[in-house]
């Protein structure tokens, strides 16, 4: 993966494409996808790995445009922890939620491993214990439409700051 340094000395294909490796492993460990090494015309392993979907992946895939994740249970807010609305740079109303939730239904073993924060997802857990994801407050960004509903946007936070 190539890209050019910006002016703090800082790769942003390169962290990403890095990241992204180390999900595809992690995913592989957790038993969602299998993990072969590619082999070079010499017969060795040319440090390239070839991913395929396992039958326990393919129970848990949820797509999203062309996006694929892994998705389980159903989330349900609890409680409004508190809300915050912003003016942005570009004059939209950003709104930030901060709630208590839970899942229903049962969590499979491979989405409370500690592998997951390892491998650079936002969970709420210390490093090295299991997730709990009944456990912590999040927080979700939203911005304002014209006819004053609220579009998410599309990533939540862990919010291990003032549980």
């Given amino acids: 993966m190539t890209g050019e340094l910006d ?19 992690t995913f592989a460990q957790l038993g969602l996808l ?16 070839h991913y395929e979907i396992t039958e326990l992946g393919k129970a848990y895939r949820y797509y ?5 994740k892994f998705c389980f249970g159903r989330v ?11 003016v942005t740079y570009f ?3 950003q709104v930030e939620v901060v709630y208590n939730r839970h899942v229903e239904g049962e969590i499979p073993a491979w989405a409370t491993s500690p592998l997951l924060r390892d491998a650079g ?13 009944n456990k912590g407050f999040y927080m979700q960004t939203f911005f304002r439409q014209k006819d004053n509903s609220l579009k998410p946007w599309p990533y939540i936070v862990a919010n291990n700051y003032g549980n």
């Fill in 64 to 68: 999203n445009g062309d996006r694929q």
């Fill in 7 to 25: 002016e703090s000395g800082y790769n942003r294909f390169i962290d990403r494409n890095n990241t992204l490796n180390k999900r595809l492993s």
């Fill in 91 to 93: 004059d939209e109303i």
């Fill in 121 to 133: 997802y936002s969970v709420p857990s210390t490093k090295g214990e299991a997730i709990d994801w």
């Fill in 34 to 49: 299998t993990e072969q090494p590619v082999i070079s015309e010499d017969g060795k392993p040319n440090g390239f790995y």
């Fill in 76 to 86: 349900v807010v609890d409680s409004i922890k508190s809300k915050q609305e912003i």
